[in-house]
């Protein structure tokens, strides 16, 4: 009996000692996978790597206009037209040129038409909306950018002193920049600058020489990999290959989920240090002290995901103060008076700022991701309405209490959540972005600090005095409310649309590109009394206010209930250059007013009272001087950081 079962006892026996073995090596490889590594001398592997075991990751990643941030200049990445087209702009002329796949800006100067440079483009910088580009220097890996960029929405060349904040007379160098001194480290994966000349600067400014750090520095840069990569986001991935490169490891990493400790998925992490690894890049920051900022320009940043950001460097606000002497306020312009964040780049701070993140643990990947949804903006489409905003405000997930706390109708402009809470005030290069200070609408608040109000994205027709007493009358009786008071100074009975004469850069920029929006209260010929502002606000003297006010005068052209009516403005309109000379500039707009006048306005319907334009759809004189008189007042240029 013994005999006949020994042959069974044997394969049980080989089983047992296999699934112990099994186990034993999984336990080995759990136990591998749960110790901690130190990132901080991890070496970089490449997306490459990733993608052998990660390729629905990868190709969700490689999507993204992360990825093509920074990238080799070739005829598959560059997005401009280099066709030749002369552009002429403060005494320079610049051809964009292609030869045999290589790509050049051509210098003349434009009053002579003498050849002065030619100047190869290397890398682009960019992909979505526009393309910047870079040229090397021939002696080492310092990148120059260069004067103009493309611009994919406007299909066309723009002068770089036309993206920034600042006014006309600029010079033509004026945002000629070094890529490796700061652009390099939120545009690659694994930056180290490695600045050369550091020593050298420092005995010449001991001599009392004049320095430009802007431009002066030289460098010998590398990076890991061009373009925001997995690695930035995961940390450095050289043990996590090792580890995969064994069997069992891999499988311990499939069936224990998260144990694995040489790499970091953001997802996992608390939403403080998730939201922390997007901020070392969406939140303008300084360093503690000299000796920081001397190790970050050699061997580039320190800090790795799954650390707290605090500690390797300080997020600035609206009181930081710079260590240069003339320069302590830099950044003060780059908030609004109340603090709230005014330019991109400082998402952090403005979701940090915010109750949500500070009391309930809101974290960046609440709302995006880098491996779902449109590119543009990395938001799945059921993030793009209020689905992440109920998943704590569960008590407006009914209708009828949504329609209660918003007194808007459900499906209108007026109850997304992001609209009220997360209005459009920030300025990106050529474009407006919203906040991500979450926070209530407050007139006072608002009016005072100089900044726009969500009632007054939509309702730009209204005035600061009519949201306060609307706000107001929500919480009790209306006529509790009083008056606020515009910091830009203007008539606070006057509309809102009104910034854009009165208002400083951002104000001018963001009311400007509101009025085209078609989530306006007023829609097709109720907004005509919008292009007499608007026509104004294209003679203004920063090149940001006359594109959104054009490209506004365009959207509202493009919601007439009758196209013929104004196809004569379309076209003087279409011929209107915000970049062009100040005499191209007046005769452009001398035919734009003519065709303007020609038209009959007689069944228009009439400007609102607050509006102040008169009943000829133009701004009365009077009015308009004082508008005009009120905006110097807050002429200044802005450095964006970029």
Not at 170 to 190: K, L, R, S, V
Not at 468 to 481: D, F, K, R, T
Not at 513 to 524: E, F, I, K, L
Request: aromatic fraction near 8%; charged fraction near 20%; charge should be negative.
């Amino acid at each position: 009996m013994s005999v006949s079962r020994s042959p069974l006892f044997l394969v049980l026996l080989l089983i047992g000692l296999a699934i112990g073995l099994c186990l034993w090596q999984l336990s080995r490889a759990y136990i591998t996978l749960g110790q901690p590594i130190d990132f901080s001398n991890a070496e970089f592997v490449g997306s490459a790597v990733c993608a052998d075991c990660h390729q629905g990751r990868h190709g969700s990643w490689y999507a993204t206009y992360h990825r093509t941030m920074t990238q080799y200049a070739t005829p598959e990445t560059v997005q401009g037209r280099f066709d030749g087209q002369a552009l002429d702009y403060a005494g320079f002329r610049v051809r964009p040129i292609e030869e045999n796949g290589r790509f050049f800006f051509d210098y003349y100067d434009l009053s002579t038409g003498a050849w002065l440079n030619r100047i190869s483009i290397d890398k682009t910088v960019g992909s979505h909306r526009y393309q910047q580009y870079l040229t090397r220097l021939p002696e080492d890996q310092t990148h120059v950018r260069l004067h103009y960029l493309w611009h994919n929405g406007d299909q066309r060349w723009v002068h770089m002193n036309g993206a920034f904040l600042g006014p006309d007379g600029q010079e033509f160098d004026q945002h000629i920049a070094i890529w490796n001194q700061n652009c390099i480290f939120c545009h690659n994966t694994g930056p180290q600058p490695r600045i050369t000349n550091y020593e050298e600067l420092q005995a010449r400014a001991r001599r009392g020489e004049a320095i430009e750090v802007a431009l002066d520095t030289r460098f010998d840069s590398v990076v890991a990999e061009l373009g925001i990569s997995c690695e930035t986001c995961h940390g450095p991935g050289e043990r996590h290959v090792e580890l995969a490169g064994e069997r069992w490891n891999r499988v311990a990493m499939r069936l224990a989920p998260g144990r694995d400790q040489s790499i970091v998925n953001p997802v996992r992490l608390d939403a403080q240090r998730g939201s922390h690894v997007c901020a070392q890049c969406h939140a303008q920051r300084m360093f503690p002290d000299v000796d920081q900022l001397r190790q970050m320009m050699d061997t580039g940043p320190s800090f790795r995901p799954g650390d707290d950001l605090h500690d390797h460097v300080v997020p600035v606000r609206r009181d930081t103060v710079v260590p240069v002497l003339g320069h302590e306020d830099l950044f003060e312009l780059r908030f609004w008076a109340d603090g709230t964040p005014r330019l991109t780049a400082y998402e952090y701070q403005g979701m940090s700022a915010s109750a949500c993140y500070q009391q309930a643990q809101l974290s960046c990947m609440d709302c995006h991701s880098m491996h779902a949804g449109d590119p543009a903006g990395q938001l799945t489409d059921r993030n793009r309405g209020n689905a992440p905003c109920l998943r704590c405000h569960q008590d407006f997930r009914r209708e009828t209490a949504l329609v209660e706390h918003t007194r808007h109708p459900a499906e209108s402009a007026g109850s997304l959540c992001y609209n009220c809470h997360m209005p459009h005030l920030k300025y990106g290069v050529m474009d407006i972005h919203r906040s991500h200070r979450i926070e209530v609408p407050d007139a006072h608040r608002d009016a005072a600090a100089g900044r726009p109000n969500a009632c007054l994205n939509c309702h730009v027709e209204e005035t600061p005095l009519w949201v306060a007493i609307e706000l107001a009358g929500w919480n009790g009786p209306a006529e509790a409310a009083h008056a606020p008071v515009r910091q830009d100074g203007g008539p606070l009975e006057l509309s809102e649309l009104s910034t854009v004469l009165v208002g400083d850069p951002v104000q001018k920029a963001v009311m400007a590109w509101r009025a085209g929006h078609v989530d306006s209260v007023q829609r097709g010929r109720e907004r005509a009394w919008m292009l007499a502002y608007l026509i104004e606000a294209m003679e203004d003297i920063y090149p940001s206010t006359r594109r959104f006010a054009a490209l506004s005068y365009g959207a509202i052209v493009d919601d007439w209930p009758r196209p013929d009516e104004v196809a004569e403005l379309r076209e003087s309109l279409s011929r209107f250059d915000f970049m062009g000379t100040e005499q191209d500039r007046a005769s452009q707009m001398s035919a734009l007013r003519a065709s303007w006048q020609a038209l009959d306005k007689s069944d228009w319907p009439a400007p609102p009272p607050q509006s102040g334009v008169g009943p000829d759809f133009v701004l009365p004189a009077a009015l308009r001087e004082e508008l005009v008189e009120l905006g110097p007042r807050q002429d200044k240029q802005i450095s964006i950081g970029e």
